[in-house]
């Protein structure tokens, strides 16, 4: 008893003082959450390949933005680039509760993340040390981070979060899912989706009507190794945007109808965000959460109703 030490003796040597209160469950920061745009002028896009989760959905004029997540964030790679805040990227935010990484927005949405005190940085936040601008590219479509700023910003300004993500599996083999090499859908009016699943890379490698979509960190086709479409309507937000364009939001809330594709096959599904404040959960058939393999996810919001073609 002696040798375990006075102050030790209850612990080391295993004497019960009582019950103890659980010690509770330690809080994380939310991830870096990057507005990316995805026009013409904007590609080659940099810096989605090592994003975790990928958010794609109308803008105006049948352009796509997307909000990237980073959950842990890291390196000197290129993120780029990065453009404004939308009604949706809201929504978005309140399911993961990350720091918001953007150039802008109507001042609408600027007054919703003041009044809601989001966290949000801009080019000029904390001295302007988490963007640059890239010289080879014509403004604004050249506003670039990386993944050791967005850690930098995360560090200083994420909110906690004890959320636990679904863990990397394999989806149900019951029912039999279907084939699914190739994709094609309309986004949007101007905006076609192209996918073609490679199995020595067990991933899906994007492509658009005008040919692939490259990161250029990589050089190669973005390649997410599972894609979900949501089927989710949007609306008018009730205001323009910097061009005179209707601002779109989405009813991004409750349940709708969601298709999954991964390892070549196609399952159907039900998007979930019953709970607003938690991440969007994807369910399978039968009722529960699915377990989708590591990698990239892209997760596209499409008008209900919108055809897609798999073979």
Not at 210 to 234: C, M, R
Request: charged share 15%.
């Amino acid at each position: 008893m002696l040798a375990c030490g006075l102050a030790l003796v209850l612990a080391a040597c295993g004497t019960s003082a009582g019950p103890t209160t659980p010690t509770p469950t330690p809080g994380r920061p939310g991830p870096a959450m990057v507005q990316i745009e995805n026009s013409v002028l904007a590609r080659p896009l940099a810096g989605l390949q090592q994003a975790d989760i990928v958010y794609e959905y109308l803008a105006e004029g049948g352009i796509t933005r997307m909000t990237a997540i980073y959950f842990s964030p890291t390196g000197s790679q290129r993120i780029e680039p990065v453009r404004s805040a939308r009604p949706v990227t809201i929504r978005l935010w309140h399911s993961y509760h990350g720091v918001l990484f953007f150039s802008g927005a109507n001042i609408k949405v600027l007054q919703v993340i003041q009044d809601q005190q989001i966290p949000a940085l801009t080019e000029g936040s904390d001295g302007g040390v988490y963007f640059s601008r890239d010289p080879s590219r014509r403004a604004p479509h050249n506003l670039y981070t990386d993944g050791n700023r967005l850690a930098q910003g995360v560090s200083k300004h994420a909110p906690r979060v004890t959320y636990v993500l679904p863990s990397p599996g394999e989806p149900g083999a019951s029912p039999a899912p279907a084939v699914a090499n190739r994709i094609v859908f309309d986004q949007t009016s101007s905006h076609r989706v192209i996918y073609t699943y490679s199995a020595a890379d067990n991933a899906y490698a994007y492509s658009t009507a005008l040919g692939a979509l490259v990161d250029q960190d990589t050089g190669q086709p973005i390649k997410p190794v599972n894609v979900i479409v949501i089927q989710v309507a949007h609306h008018d937000a009730g205001f323009t945007d910097v061009t005179g364009a209707p601002a779109v939001d989405f009813d991004l809330q409750g349940t709708g109808a969601a298709d999954v594709f991964t390892r070549g096959h196609h399952y159907k599904a039900t998007w979930d965000l019953s709970k607003p404040e938690l991440p969007l959960k994807i369910v399978g058939s039968d009722g529960k959460v699915m377990s989708l393999p590591s990698g990239l996810t892209w997760l596209h919001l499409v008008d209900p109703g919108t055809a897609i073609t798999a073979s």
